[in-house]
């Protein structure tokens, strides 16, 4: 089984709508990380969690939130999806010191707003 | 200006060939850097951690010039399964965050 999982693997939905993506890991890890790609473009960071109480904002948050429900979940809301939020999202763990960190990607949803 | 930036390619090489590409980064204060590999829309894996003195795992080569701020990655020898996009990371502020460039694909031909 994979240690990162997420849930849906695709999703097709309309301007407006609130859509959840959920991810789970039975990594152990402490860090969860969410992220989207476009094509062109590298992975951008959209939010962080390095442990249950701690979350924070990555580079591209706004129209996003985050839920760290427990150690080994980590989901991700778009409250009102957008065109423009059409991605590949990829949730993401790691635990090793910031020199050697290895971060684990899950298999990605693919996201489309119509 | 991106922080990781890559040629995006792509390279096509023969089986067999090698194959050599840069990375650039514009923090010089980054304090690690990553060669991550992604198989078309499948998530990113590691391939290999990039170290001062330059390191090799089988047929890759990674260095690292802090002075010029760059990486790069060579592939000797190389297979069709060698085919995917190399992304460069970068850890820039030692806090668990990386910056991730665009991507180089690599396409290798029988």
């Known amino acids: 089984d994979a240690d990162v999982t997420q849930t849906p693997r695709n999703r097709i939905t309309k301007t407006g709508k609130r859509i959840m993506l959920e991810c789970s890991q039975t990594?152990?890890?402490?860090?969860m990380y969410w992220y989207r790609q476009d094509p062109g473009l590298g992975l951008q960071l959209i939010y962080y969690?390095?442990?249950?109480?701690?979350?924070n904002k990555g580079e591209i948050s706004d129209g996003y939130s985050v839920s760290r429900q427990a150690q080994a979940k980590f989901s991700l809301s778009l409250e009102s999806a957008i065109p423009n939020q059409t991605a590949l999202y990829f949730c993401?763990?790691?635990?090793?010191?910031?020199?050697?960190?290895?971060?684990?990607f899950g298999p990605g949803t693919r996201l489309t707003v119509l | 200006r991106k922080e990781v930036e890559q040629d995006p390619g792509p390279f096509n090489v023969p089986e067999g060939a090698t194959v050599a590409f840069n990375c650039t980064y514009s923090?010089?204060?980054?304090?690690?850097f990553f060669w991550y590999r992604q198989d078309c829309r499948k998530e990113p894996k590691l391939l290999m951690s990039?170290?001062?003195s330059g390191n090799e795992d089988g047929r890759f080569t990674a260095q690292l010039n802090r002075a010029s701020q760059y990486i790069s990655l060579l592939i000797r020898d190389s297979k069709l399964s060698d085919s995917a996009t190399y992304l460069c990371?970068?850890?820039?502020?030692?806090?668990?965050?990386?910056?991730f460039g665009a991507g180089t694909t690599v396409t290798v031909r029988a």
């Open positions: 993401a763990t790691s635990a090793g010191t910031a020199t050697t960190d290895t971060q684990y």
């Open positions: 990594k152990g890890h402490d860090r």
């Open positions: 969690s390095f442990d249950v109480k701690d979350i």
């Open positions: 923090n010089s204060a980054s304090q690690s």
């Open positions: 990039v170290y001062s």
């Open positions: 990371v970068v850890n820039e502020s030692n806090d668990y965050k990386l910056s």
